[in-house]
């Protein structure tokens, strides 16, 4: 199979090589799946470049998130054959390849109603999103939340879950591409920060959105102000 490969840390745009390698055999608890879909994250960079927490020894395939099809389950996997699922790669068989390998016991199986490329960009980017506003920020209905980096996967991802929660959302990106990404997501009100002042468009913002302002306080959090 072919398999984007690195056999030393380092910035993936100078250290990734395009490989024919050998399928992977999946170990106990493991599947092989045929990649779909596999998406492309900050973390990945630092994965490469040894800086993630996660740390993997090379040589090995990056891309720690996969959306395929089960070709091989090891066993006490509890995947079959033909399941489509998304999770996480493993043990360094990761999805910038034409096959990866994956923790049966990690792994969701995809609806059939949902396309594998979409079931993919869920994974990551939405699942860090979730945590950060439910459940570390405890996020409320009627809160008004700021999102920095709004155009990007995480912010993009937050300003929808936020806005279907039933929140006012101020969103935050540097040039009008962006602002308007963000306009399209459905932010309420969108901060250019390369030609704005930051500070003072939130703060502008709250006085018609909340009673933060009036209070000296910044945006809502799950209960709090930050």
């Known amino acids: 199979m072919r398999a984007w490969r690195l056999t030393e840390l380092g910035d993936p745009w100078d250290v990734l ?44 395939t ?9 070709v091989e389950a090891g066993s006490e996997c509890g995947l ?25 016991r990690e792994m969701r199986i995809i609806p059939d109603n949902v396309s594998l490329p979409a079931a993919a960009a869920m994974n990551v980017i939405y699942g860090t999103g979730w945590t950060a506003l439910h459940r570390r920020g405890q996020m409320q ?7 920095l980096a709004a155009a990007g996967g995480v912010g ?15 969103a935050a990106a540097g040039g009008q591409d962006k602002v ?21 468009k939130v703060m502008d913002c709250l006085l018609y959105t909340s009673d933060a302002a009036d209070e000296g306080l910044g945006v809502d959090l799950g209960g709090r102000r930050i």
């Not at 993009?156 to 929140?167: D, F, I, R, Y």
């Open 17 to 60: 090589s395009l490989q024919e390698v050998e399928s992977p055999t999946p170990g106990v608890g493991e599947a092989r799946v045929q990649v779909s879909a596999s998406d492309l994250n900050f973390a990945d960079i630092l994965q490469c470049q040894g800086q993630y927490q996660v740390r993997l020894d090379p040589p090995f």
């Open 180 to 200: 308007d990404v963000c306009k399209s997501l459905g932010a309420d009100v969108v901060v250019d920060y390369n030609s704005e002042d930051l500070y003072d």
């Open 62 to 70: 990056p891309g720690m998130s996969v959306a395929g099809t089960v």
């Open 80 to 104: 079959e054959v033909g399941d489509r699922v998304l999770g996480m790669t493993a043990s360094g068989w990761g999805g910038y390849a034409e096959e990866a390998l994956v923790r049966g």
């Open 156 to 170: 993009s991802a937050a300003v929808q879950m936020a806005k279907a929660h039933g929140c006012v959302v101020i």
């Open 141 to 147: 209905p009627g809160e008004t939340v700021l999102v």
